[in-house]
């Protein structure tokens, strides 16, 4: 019959939306109806009619209380720590949060936003900020008092140490920001020290990419390399770690964070300092620059 909605095996009878009224219209009506009204609705009728989304296609939307996107990002950096970047679908952190993967859509747009979101996550402690806390970041790689030289080193090595405190940090990061999605924390903390040393905006600039672009790419291939030596692809575990099919599963309960050698430490440093040489010669063909101003 038209106008008749069923519903838990309740026939609901509406007007029809030539006579002035709409589903909203009926769905406050049984809500602020007295009771003995035999011209109300219903009773049940509000759970009975579809709720709307935000697009309007009448499907319910998830409780947005019980699952926040913070909720999720946690999950996923979980799960990122335990399984790897390969594991990071939205299936399955749907299912690691107990929720339907459409879930996660509305707190972020796509599989990228949620990566990017990740990324930043990871590359908190590099700005100066811990994980959880609303505190102003700190100038982590650059005291008043340390030298241009040393707080490019610094900067390198927090942005180092924020990577490898996550399995596959390097490539998850290095994504996002291949995408625009994220920015690195290098410019803001270098800006007053090289400044101060002379260096142009362009300068500073171009020395803060280059060092990320090092680290991001060092780092990268120092957890490739772990990963393929937990697997038995490189020496240093006994053959057959390989699962059947080439898969790779890594014991994070013995290596949860992914570290590296004195020799990958020393060629990382060596790295460093090339950018860190390269860095005095572009300050000493700017003499005639004013320095930049300090950021407070």
């Known amino acids: ?20 009224h709409t589903t909203d219209g009926l769905r406050a009506e049984a809500a602020t109806a007295p009771a003995g009204d035999r011209n109300a609705p219903v009773a049940g009728v509000r759970q009975a009619l579809p709720a709307q989304d935000e697009g309007g296609r009448g499907q319910v939307a998830p409780s947005r209380g019980r699952r926040s996107a913070s909720d999720v990002v946690d999950t996923a950096l979980d799960l990122l720590d335990r399984a790897g970047l390969p594991s990071l679908s939205m299936r399955r952190i749907a299912q690691e949060l107990g929720l339907q993967p459409s879930a996660l859509y509305w707190h972020f747009a796509d599989k ?23 505190d102003p970041p700190h100038e ?6 340390m030298r241009w030289e040393d707080a490019v080193r610094s900067a390198a090595t927090h942005l180092r140490e924020a990577l490898v ?39 500073v600039a171009v020395v803060a990419e280059t060092l990320g672009h090092f680290v991001i790419g060092h780092t990268f291939h120092e957890q490739q390399r772990v ?16 699962p059947p099919g080439g898969s790779v599963a890594i014991d994070t309960s013995r290596t ?8 990958g430490l020393d060629s990382f440093a060596a790295g460093v300092d090339l950018v860190v040489a390269g860095t ?3 300050i000493g063909l700017e003499d005639d620059h004013p320095p930049l101003p300090r950021i407070r």
């Open 256 to 263: 949860p964070v992914p570290k590296t050698n004195r020799t």
């Open 1 to 20: 019959m038209n106008g008749v909605h069923y519903s838990d095996g309740v026939n609901v009878v509406h007007p029809r939306p030539e006579h002035g």
């Open 112 to 134: 990228q936003s949620l990566l990017a979101a990740l990324s930043r996550r990871v590359l908190l402690p590099a700005a100066g900020v811990s994980p959880g806390h609303d």
């Open 165 to 203: 405190a996550h399995r596959d940090g390097a490539e998850l990061v290095s994504s996002s920001l291949a995408l625009g999605l994220v920015e690195l924390p290098l410019a803001d903390s270098l800006h007053a020290p090289l400044g101060d040393a002379g260096a142009s905006a362009r300068t």
């Open 140 to 145: 982590v790689g650059a005291p008043s008092s």
């Open 280 to 282: 005095a010669v572009l």
């Open 227 to 242: 990963a393929a030596t937990e697997a038995g692809v490189l020496p240093g575990r006994p053959p057959g770690a390989v």
